[in-house]
């Protein structure tokens, strides 16, 4: 049986779209290139649209679910970008029409073995299904000591237990595909502070910690993250490396 939808963003979809960083180009021209055909493409867990707007460079159509309304609501437009409210385990697309399936920071949260069966049903002979994920920021030595500090100890009880799955990069996950070997991808970009505070902000810990207690856990911290970041609009450079698992469908369909 499928599990149910665990929404944890709808509430903050807006601040999602806002404060979630990009993933690099060079991500989609990789999975442009291993892709066999190039009509279609299907972004399971959408969010707010991010590897959508990239996708839709590189493939004539993109079909973009989420099971979040809200998410789709605020979800970036794109002429050829088809949005649709949708779970990952019955996303009711056409079988065998699909080239490749994107999955980016949401995997952890899927039945995984019925994604697995319909991903395979949907995925044409060849087609490509690629999922990634990313754990931690890199700024500086304190201030990720301060950000680990928080995602460790202060938040460590209001994680859900599939971040588990983000921590281990996916390395656990086995699927009924043929598994290629994926190059090192990251993630660059420059912040400020208030961008920062932002982000962490929408973790979805803090907002379990904020329900759950009446204080904001990113507030108590603020001091500590001002004292390290120095002036506070100034941007400093922010990374992230990318967890990326990429398989191939090797069934020819009966």
């Known amino acids: 049986m499928t599990a149910k939808f665990k929404d944890y963003f709808s509430d903050s979809s ?16 990789y999975l442009a290139a291993i892709s066999v055909h190039h009509q279609k493409a299907w972004d399971c867990a959408t969010g707010s649209g991010q590897a959508a707007l990239q996708l839709a460079e590189h493939f004539a159509e993109v079909i973009a679910t989420d099971a979040s309304e809200a998410q789709i609501r605020n979800a970036a437009e794109k002429e050829n970008i088809h949005y649709q409210v949708a779970t990952a385990e019955h996303s009711s697309l056409a079988s065998y029409s699909i080239d490749l399936i994107t999955v980016a920071q949401a995997f952890h949260w899927f039945d995984i073995e019925a994604f697995s069966v319909e991903a395979n049903r949907v995925l044409k002979e060849d087609g490509i299904l690629a999922v990634w994920t990313y754990n931690l920021l890199s700024i500086s030595d304190d201030i990720d000591e301060i950000v680990s500090h928080l995602y ?18 996916y390395s656990a996950v086995q699927l009924p595909f043929k598994e290629l070997n994926a190059p090192v991808f990251y993630m660059h970009s420059k912040w400020s502070l208030s961008k920062l505070l932002g982000y962490l902000s929408t973790w979805s810990a803090v907002k379990k910690y904020q329900q759950e207690t009446g204080n904001d856990p990113v507030e ?10 120095g002036q506070p609009g100034q941007l400093l450079p922010v990374s992230w490396p990318l967890s990326i698992r990429v398989w191939q469908k090797r069934n020819p369909p009966p």
């Open 14 to 29: 807006k601040e999602y779209s806002r404060y979630r960083p990009n993933y690099p180009v060079e991500l989609f021209s």
């Open 152 to 169: 460790g100890s202060i938040l460590a009880k209001y994680w859900a237990f599939e971040r588990r799955m983000v921590e281990n990069g």
């Open 220 to 229: 108590e911290l603020y001091e500590d993250i001002l004292a390290a970041w």
